[in-house]
């Protein structure tokens, strides 16, 4: 099983980008998916999750308003559409997958998520 995240880049403060990532592989079916984040000398970090039992979705206060998750349960598909921007964003982000379910705080927590992405690099500027 392979989770491929893209979109990641340089933007300015105050900008957009979006995140895409699709899980590949043998069939398995996910119940979350998500995404964590890793700026330098950090630890790595909760940003959102979607629980496909009735698209439930998940956001750390840090993001709240400006993120919003989404995605295709069929295609085991989830995006990030990350909007104002700001420098304290700037991290490697990293999407996850998990496929037991998850309930309660552990839908914030990285070690309830089995598989992971390689991470796309998320830069922006002041």
């Known amino acids: 099983v392979q989770l491929q995240a893209s979109g990641g880049g340089l933007v300015k403060a105050g900008g957009s980008l979006r995140l895409s990532c699709a899980a590949s592989g043998r069939t398995f079916s996910t119940n979350v998916m998500g995404w964590f984040r890793q700026a330098p000398g950090k630890e790595r970090e909760f940003v959102a999750a979607i629980r496909w039992s009735g698209y439930s979705t998940f956001y750390a206060d840090s993001v709240k308003g400006r993120f919003i998750i989404s995605g295709d349960n069929a295609k085991n598909t989830v995006y990030l559409q990350m909007n104002s921007l700001k420098p304290e964003d700037t991290a490697v982000y990293y999407c996850?997958?998990?496929?037991?379910?998850?309930?309660?705080?552990?839908?914030?927590?990285?070690?309830?998520?089995?598989?992971w992405g390689q991470g796309t690099l998320v830069t922006v500027s002041s």
């Open positions: 996850a997958a998990a496929s037991s379910l998850i309930y309660g705080s552990g839908i914030y927590l990285h070690d309830e998520y089995g598989y």
